[in-house]
């Protein structure tokens, strides 16, 4: 028996051992590269080798969009199982763990607070629980944002990302598409900015509903956003479809998006787009009567010739 390698050995290793965590470095999914997880959180999960932008969760999208002293609204509790839905598992079973990993409700968190000092609601769809997925609760949420937005006199901005509709509610999930359409109009109606900043994914029914009607469309860069598959479209059309079909950067070429803006440049985007349509009220230009209009719009009379 050696004691050094047996016992000596060990003693020394322990007491100099430190534990390392096991999440201390991330893979980037687009370059392969190694970073250094204190470096991507500080980056806001964007890639510092690449650019590539990784998903973030719904509360840290809104700590990095909103001013401090912002506040979470409590949302409406939906119907639980309204299908008593079972396929391999109880969907019961699969929002609790859902609830669990991401510590919400449901797929979106809603807050209210300012941008840069220019007063919002913001929205924001947590990809984590369930993809996504659009159901009563996530249509309950759309609507409580829209209603606050309208009562708070601000603009509402939502951040979506999502595959679609919550197949385990059925139509009661469909139903969500026409809810949210309304809530987007009371935002409307009652002159004030909706802005969509589309994530990666934006897919399914969400893409078919509100998230195509905001006033300002915004995306992250290379993000997925459509409503089919690609290949399920591929399939229909039986045509090779052209490179980047999809993504952000295609969508800007072809006029559906108004702009593609960085993760770390978004706050400052949307204070400054706030700002421009949220004009005040002593430079808007006076509003001129019909009587006005006609005199001035009305040709003068000829002065009468001059008298030998």
């Not at 201390?24 to 392969?32: F, M």
């Not at 002593?282 to 003068?300: D, F, I, K, M």
């Amino acid at each position: 028996m050696n004691w050094i390698s047996d016992w000596a050995l060990p003693k020394i290793s322990g007491l100099f051992k430190r534990d390392v965590p096991e999440n201390l470095w991330h893979k980037c999914p687009a370059c392969e590269q190694m970073i250094f997880r204190r470096d991507l959180d500080a980056a806001l999960n964007v890639c510092p080798h690449c650019g590539h932008h990784m998903r973030i969760s719904a509360t840290r999208r809104l700590e990095c969009t909103l001013d401090e002293g912002f506040s979470r609204i409590e949302l409406p509790k939906a119907p639980a199982d309204p299908l008593r839905f079972r396929d391999q598992r109880r969907y019961t079973d699969r929002l609790k763990e859902a609830q669990a990993k991401s510590a919400m409700d449901d797929a979106v968190a809603v807050a209210h607070g300012t941008i840069e000092g220019q007063r919002a609601v913001v929205a924001a769809f947590e990809f984590a629980f369930m993809g996504g997925s659009m159901g009563a609760g996530v249509g309950e949420a759309i609507v409580t944002a829209a209603k606050l937005a309208v009562l708070q006199d601000a603009p509402l901005i939502v951040f979506t990302a999502s595959g679609g509709a919550r197949m385990q509610e059925g139509a009661v999930s469909l139903m969500q598409m026409p809810r949210t359409v309304i809530a987007t109009r009371l935002v409307k109606e009652a002159g004030l900015p909706f802005i969509v900043v589309m994530c990666d994914p934006t897919t399914g029914g969400v893409t078919a509903s509100f998230a195509m009607l905001g006033d300002i469309h915004i995306a992250e860069p290379n993000a997925l956003i459509g409503f089919a598959g690609a290949r399920v479209i591929e399939q229909t059309v039986r045509e090779k479809l052209p490179e980047g079909f999809q993504r952000a950067e295609y969508l800007l070429e072809h006029g559906i998006l108004d702009m593609v803006v960085k993760r770390g440049e978004m706050r400052a985007t949307l204070a400054r787009v706030i700002g421009l349509l949220r004009v005040p009220l002593v430079l808007r230009q006076p509003e001129v009567s019909v009587e006005e209009v006609t005199v001035l719009s009305a040709p003068e009379e000829p002065s009468p010739p001059a008298q030998a």
